[in-house]
């Protein structure tokens, strides 16, 4: 398995954990989604992957790529693992590059210092991650400032520099969510097409489980640090069975649908609510108080998992 995480608990300090018991794995290949709520903890995974852990946190539970434990590999191979297996690509391209830099500079950079290219070879392997990623004129590209270019061509340069090692795993946090609808479309078929054409695995962070449900091949939804549904992404979307997914999808409006909008009451719990139960069973419309007494555990469902005790398998 190209990346495995299994029962991996993140506690920083807060009266509940960051992540409690999460359980996933992504294949060569494949797409996988993560979706919850802010504070949920998605990028705090994603982050777990490249050992970026909260200081000072109690992290238990194991996160292997290519069957390697992450968690407790040597300084060398964690830099190689950082350097040139998995890369991930943010929410604000903005942030990525250094505003007084040609975009040149940071492609080549990282090529060079990282990856221990001759320069004259990182200018090649820059133009053609450009031509790869769809950008016309890459050569007068390389000369501009990232202030030249629009958010969606920031985001197109962010994955270049993304595939510049020919990482086998992409970690995409929340990479379309700042961009508008179209250019959004634009940056997702890239993204499809440069994962297809290099068999790549992606862990695709969103909020937003329509986006996921279209993009991923199989879904996570979390919900306070916990894994509450995993499914494949089809059938997660047409028959969900945990009720905080089915209250995700009942929230966001489609066209054409006559049904009202019904927003889940309440609000995500804070690292400060404590639980002992179902972590949703406060805003849950079929919570029990039996739901309230302990944690639920995952019961198969069709196609995957749901965390919730009125569940059926
Ligand atoms: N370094 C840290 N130290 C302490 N708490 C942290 C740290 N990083 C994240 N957290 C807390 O962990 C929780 C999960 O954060 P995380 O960023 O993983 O959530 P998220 O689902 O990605 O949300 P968002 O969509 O807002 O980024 C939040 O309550 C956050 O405040």
Known sequence: M???VEGLTIEAGGRRPILREVSLSVGRGEIVGL???SGSGKSTIARSVLRLLPAGARVSGRVAVEGEDVL???QGALRDLRASKVSMVYQDPRSSLNPVRRIGDFLTERMVRTLGRPKAEARTRALELLDAVGMRDPGARLRQYPHELSGGMLQRV??????AADPALLLADEATSALDVTTQAET???????QAERELGMLFITHD???AAAFCDRVHVLYAGTVVESRPAKELFADPRHPYTAGL???T???GDPRPIRPIPGRPPSLDDAFTGCPFAPRCPEATAACEEEPPRPVAVSGGTAACRLVEA
């Open 2 to 4: 190209l990346l495995s």
């Open 35 to 37: 979706v919850g709520e």
């Open 72 to 74: 407790t590999m040597g």
């Open 158 to 163: 962010v994955i270049a520099a993304a595939l």
């Open 188 to 194: 997702l078929a890239l993204l499809r097409r440069v």
């Open 209 to 211: 489980l329509h986006l």
């Open 249 to 251: 999808l009942a929230c």
């Open 253 to 255: 409006p489609e066209l």
